[in-house]
C-alpha cells in the first residue's frame, strides 16, 4: 500500500517513539489511543506492531491480543505483506512463552505468504527466527538447511545479514561438534562483517570463533580472538557478554595452566555476572575458579568454591551443569584423600548421567568413584568402575570416530563444491569474453573475415580442449593427493588415540594389586607401545604424500636424527602437542624441549619464525 510523505514521517516517528520516564502501562495507553484514531490501514498495523513488541515482556497475554488482531486486519484488507509480519509476531509470542511447536507454525506461515519473498529482509528475519528455534531444540540439521537458504538470500541484498548468516552457521555446526567446518564459516563470517562496520556484529563472531577454537584446543587463537572482542563489548557497555567472554578467558587460560591469569579472569567474570545477576555466567565461573584452586592444592577453597556453583545451578535447575560441577567437587575430594565424601556425589552423577545419557559425565564420574575405591581399599568395586569407564570411554571414541569421518567428509564436499562454483564462474566468464570479441568482429571486420573468425575459434576450442584434459588431469591427481592426506591424517589421529588408551590402560592397571596376569598384560602394552609397526605404515602414508621429505631434509640438515625427523614429519602434519605426545609414546613436555633442541638444530633463531614454516619448503 502506498504512503504519501506526510504518512511516511508518522510512521517513522512511530517506529522511534522513545520510553520515557512514564511507565510502561501509560505508553501502551498511548499507543491505543493513537490506534483507535488512525485514519489509513498502514497507521493501523504499524501502531498494533508497535503494541505487540511494547507488551509481548511485560504481558504476554495482551500482545498476544495485539498479534491476532493484526492478522484479522490483515485478513480483512487482504495485505500480504502485513499477514506475514503478524503472524511472524505471534510465532515470536509463542517462542517467548516457550510453546515451540506453535511458534514453529506462525514463523512458516509468515514465510509461505507469497508478499514475504517480494521483501528479502523480513523474510531472513522470520526465516531466522525458524533457524534459531529449530537450533535451540536440538533440530541442527533443519537449523542447517534454513541457514543455507538464508546465506544464499542474504548474498545479494545485506552484508550485515550475510555476515550474521555465517556467523550462526557457524554456531550451529560448534554445537554439532563439527569444529573444523565451523571455522571455515565463522572466518567468513568475520571477513564479510569486517567490511560493514557493525562492531557488535563482528564481536559476537570474533567470540563465536574463539568458541570454536577452544572447542578444538587451539587455546592461545581462542584467547587472541576473545581479546578482540572484549574491547568492543567494552565501549558499548554491554555487560552481559563481557562478563561471558571473561569467563571463556579464565576457562582457556585454565586449560593452559595459566593459572594466575585464569584466577584475574574468572573473578572479572563472577564480579560482573553479581551486578547483572546472570546466573548461569556466575555459576560456570565460580566452577572453573574452584578447579584452579584444586590445581593451586587449595582443596578447602575449591570445594567451597564449587558448592557455591552448584547451589546456583540447582536453584536454577541447570541439570546438566550441575553434573559437571558435581564431578569437579567430587575430583577435589578425592584429591583431597576424602573419598567418603566424593562417594555420594559420584551416585548421583552416575544415575542421573544414566538418565540422560551425559555419556562423557558418565565415564568421567566412572573413573573417580574408581579412584575413590582404591583409596578405600575396595578393590572390587573399583575394577567394576574401570571396567564400566573403559565401555563408556570405547562408546565415545567410536563416536567421534564416526563423527570425525563425517566431518571430514563434509570438508571435502565442501571443497569440491568450491572448486565446482569456481569452474563455473570461470567458464561463464570465458563465454561472456567470447561473445564480446565475437560480437565486436562481426560489427567491425564483416562477413570478409568469417572465415578467419571460425579458424581462430577452432584453435580456442582446441586449445581450450587440452586445457580442460589437463585440468581434469590435475584436479584427478590432486583428488589422490587429499584423499593420501585423509589416509595420513586419519592413520596418524588412529595412533594417538590406541597410545593415549594404552598409556591410560597402563596407568590403571599399575594402580591395582600386583599379580601374574597384569604383569603380561603390562608387558603387551609395552610391546605394543614401542613397536615401529604403526611408525613404518605412518612412513609410508607421509612418504606417499610428501615425496623425498626425509632425503630433502637430510640433504639440508645433515646432522638431523631419526627421532628429530619423526618429530618434524609430525610437525608438517601440523598436530597438537598432545597428539604428536601421543604418537611418539612420549609426554607433552618431552615434545615441547624436543621441539626447542630441534629449533636450534635447524638454526632458527627467532620466536616469531615456526618451523613448520621452514619444513614447508620440503
Avoid at 512458516?108 to 529482509?121: I, K, M, R, Y
Avoid at 571473561?246 to 587460560?253: D, F, I, P, S, T
Avoid at 535447575?317 to 556425589?345: C, G, H, M, W, Y
Wanted: charged share 30%; hydrophobic share 40%.
Amino acid at each position: 500500500m502506498y504512503c504519501n510523505p506526510k504518512q511516511l514521517c508518522v510512521l517513522l516517528a512511530i517506529c522511534l517513539l522513545p520510553f520515557s520516564s512514564r511507565s510502561q502501562t501509560a505508553v501502551i495507553d498511548s499507543l491505543e489511543v493513537l490506534y483507535e484514531q488512525a485514519e489509513t490501514d498502514s497507521l493501523k498495523f504499524a501502531y498494533l506492531t508497535k503494541l505487540f513488541f511494547n507488551s509481548v515482556w511485560s504481558n504476554p497475554p495482551e500482545a498476544k491480543k495485539y498479534a491476532q488482531e493484526g492478522i484479522d486486519l490483515a485478513i480483512e484488507k487482504q495485505e500480504g505483506l502485513h499477514l506475514s509480519r503478524a503472524y511472524y509476531n505471534m510465532g515470536t509470542y509463542y517462542n517467548m512463552i516457550v510453546k515451540k511447536d506453535s511458534a514453529r507454525i506462525f514463523f512458516q506461515q509468515s514465510l509461505d505468504v507469497p508478499e514475504s519473498n517480494d521483501h528479502p529482509l523480513q523474510y531472513l528475519t522470520v526465516s531466522h527466527s525458524l533457524a534459531t528455534l529449530e537450533r535451540d531444540e536440538g533440530e541442527f540439521d533443519a537449523a542447517l538447511h534454513i541457514t543455507e537458504d538464508n546465506i544464499e538470500r542474504a548474498a545479494t541484498v545485506d552484508s550485515m545479514y550475510w555476515g550474521t548468516m555465517y556467523d550462526f552457521k557457524g554456531q550451529v555446526l560448534t554445537s554439532m561438534g563439527k569444529n573444523k567446518l565451523a571455522l571455515q564459516a565463522l572466518y567468513k563470517s568475520i571477513e564479510i562483517l569486517e567490511g560493514t562496520g557493525k562492531k557488535i556484529r563482528i564481536a559476537d563472531a570474533y567470540a563465536h570463533l574463539a568458541d570454536a577454537e577452544s572447542a578444538l584446543e587451539n587455546y592461545d587463537e581462542a584467547i587472541t580472538f576473545y581479546k578482540k572482542a572484549l574491547p568492543i563489548y567494552e565501549k558499548y557497555n554491554d555487560k552481559f557478554y563481557q562478563s561471558a567472554i571473561w569467563g571463556a578467558l579464565g576457562n582457556a587460560y585454565n586449560e593452559k595452566n595459566d593459572l594466575e591469569l585464569a584466577d584475574a579472569a574468572l573473578e572479572k567474570a563472577v564480579e560482573l555476572s553479581e551486578e547483572i545477576k546472570q546466573s548461569i555466567i556466575q555459576a560456570n565461573a565460580l566452577r572453573t575458579q574452584g578447579i584452579v584452586a584444586r590445581k593451586k592444592k587449595q582443596y578447602t577453597t575449591s570445594s567451597a568454591l564449587l558448592e557455591k556453583a552448584l547451589a546456583i545451578q540447582q536453584k536454577d535447575d541447570l541439570k546438566a551443569d550441575a553434573v559437571s560441577t558435581q564431578i569437579e567437587l567430587a575430583r577435589t575430594f578425592v584429591e583431597q584423600n576424602k573419598p567418603d565424601d566424593a562417594l555420594p556425589i559420584l551416585d548421583s552423577v552416575i544415575e542421573v548421567s544414566q538418565q540422560e545419557d551425559y555419556k562423557l559425565s558418565l565415564k568421567t564420574a566412572y573413573e573417580i568413584r574408581a579412584q575413590a575405591y582404591e583409596r578405600l581399599n575396595r578393590h572390587q568395586a573399583a575394577s567394576e568402575d574401570h571396567k564400566a569407564f573403559i565401555a563408556v570411554q570405547n562408546i565415545l571414541l567410536e563416536e567421534n570416530k564416526r563423527a570425525e569421518i563425517e566431518e571430514q567428509r563434509a570438508l571435502f564436499d565442501l571443497e569440491q563444491k568450491e572448486k565446482q562454483i569456481t569452474f563455473q564462474e570461470n567458464e561463464i566468464q570465458l563465454l561472456e569474453e567470447r561473445e564480446k570479441v565475437s560480437r565486436l568482429q562481426k560489427f567491425l571486420l564483416g562477413l570478409g573475415i568469417l572465415l578467419t573468425t571460425f579458424i581462430l575459434g577452432s584453435s580456442v576450442y582446441l586449445a581450450r580442449q587440452r586445457n580442460k584434459q589437463s585440468k581434469m588431469e590435475k584436479e584427478k591427481a590432486l583428488l589422490e593427493l587429499e584423499s593420501k592426506q585423509r589416509e595420513l591424517t586419519t592413520h596418524a589421529l588412529h595412533v594417538a588415540q590406541k597410545n593415549e588408551l594404552l598409556t591410560t590402560l597402563k596407568e590403571q592397571i599399575n594402580g591395582m594389586a600386583s599379580r601374574p596376569e597384569i604383569s603380561g598384560i603390562l608387558r603387551q602394552i609395552d610391546q605394543t607401545l614401542e613397536s615401529d609397526d604403526d611408525w613404518e605404515r605412518f612412513r609410508n602414508y607421509f612418504e606417499s604424500v610428501h615425496k623425498d621429505f626425509a632425503k630433502n631434509v637430510k640433504a639440508r640438515f645433515t646432522d638431523i636424527t631419526q627421532n628429530e625427523l619423526r618429530l618434524m614429519a609430525l610437525i608438517k602434519m601440523n598436530l597438537s602437542t598432545k597428539e604428536m605426545a601421543n604418537i611418539l609414546n612420549v609426554t607433552p613436555d618431552s615434545v615441547k624441549k624436543a621441539r626447542y633442541r630441534l629449533r636450534k638444530k635447524m638454526g632458527i633463531s627467532y620466536e616469531e619464525q615456526k618451523i613448520i614454516d621452514v619444513l614447508t619448503e620440503f
